[in-house]
């Protein structure tokens, strides 16, 4: 079983940055890809970034591309979203993901997900 844990939402203005973090546990999570997600109301589940076990290949929503940057640390099995110059717009909860065998490429193109962690509030303020 492999369990995600989400920090580092909160309240910011437009402009501003935040950065989330997804700490993983169990199994063998290290090799998984990773990816984040998220839910504004009234909105369906949407994806945001993906990476890889290794690190070396990335995949972003077009909206977020340039302004988010995610990362990780398989020392610590912690992944990172870095989001900057954010807008209202990205108001929403956020959930990390974990998917494995196979790339995040798939993660993005299929939302296909094997666990999900219970997410993180990002609230933007204009």
């Known amino acids: 079983q492999v369990e995600l844990v989400e920090s580092g939402g909160g309240l910011v203005q437009a402009g501003d940055s935040l950065r989330l973090s997804c700490s993983a546990s169990g199994r063998t999570v290290s090799t998984y890809a990773m990816g984040w997600f998220r839910q504004a109301p009234g909105k369906e589940r949407e994806f945001v970034a993906a990476?890889?076990?290794?690190?070396?290949?990335?995949v972003y929503e077009d909206s977020v591309k340039g302004r988010f940057t995610i990362s990780r640390d398989n020392a610590k099995i912690t992944v990172h979203l870095r989001m900057n110059s954010l807008k209202p717009e990205d108001t929403a909860v956020y959930y990390c993901?974990?998917?494995?065998?196979?790339?995040?490429?798939?993660?993005?193109?299929?939302?296909?997900?094997?666990?999900w962690g219970k997410g993180t509030l990002v609230t933007v303020l204009s």
């Open positions: 990476i890889n076990w290794s690190g070396d290949s990335t």
């Open positions: 993901a974990a998917l494995e065998r196979y790339t995040p490429q798939v993660m993005a193109e299929h939302n296909v997900v094997d666990y």
